[in-house]
């Protein structure tokens, strides 16, 4: 009969489990491969304690970051973005665009931080255009974008 040890794993381990999990395995297996590595630790009283205040703060930290973000959708809803750009007279084609790296600079301008443009492709065209907007987490919003002549 294998002697078995209870261990946290310090990373995720292929066909052992996730990270922070923690799980029973062979001495040998830990002894020989997980502790020389770092993939694991002996989970002791103290480091199950240790893991859990960790979980906690985790989840404590994600819910405080959704909030953040469903403040910054709020103030998307309400923003504006204005682009003054070059044009052709008749056409109404910008020379140059209006990338996702600009979008997000000048959401940060307004104070909207952990904002992430989604573009297929950099804008080109004059006039009013809705910008998805990523904040993580599963969160998104849309902006306004304006281009206008110079």
């Known amino acids: ?12 381990v292929p066909h052992v489990g996730q990270k922070d999990e923690v799980r029973e395995v062979a001495i040998g297996f830990f002894r020989n491969y997980l502790r020389p590595r770092g993939l694991a630790i002996i989970a002791t009283l103290a480091e199950q304690e240790r893991l859990k205040t960790k979980k906690a703060r985790a989840v404590e930290e994600k819910t405080e970051r959704i909030a953040e973000a469903k403040q910054e959708v709020q103030q998307t809803k309400e923003t504006t973005l204005t682009f003054t750009k070059r044009a052709a007279k008749q056409e109404g084609h910008i020379f140059g665009s209006v990338t996702a790296k600009q979008i997000e600079e000048a959401l940060k301008e307004q104070g909207i931080e952990h904002a992430q443009a989604k573009l297929l492709k950099p804008i080109r065209e004059i006039g009013e ?6 904040f993580g987490d599963g969160i998104t919003g849309k902006v306004k974008v304006v281009i206008k002549a110079e």
Request: without cysteine; charged residues 35%.
């Open 1 to 12: 009969m294998k002697k078995k040890v209870t261990v946290i794993l310090h990373d995720t």
């Open 129 to 134: 255009h809705e910008i998805s907007v990523d």
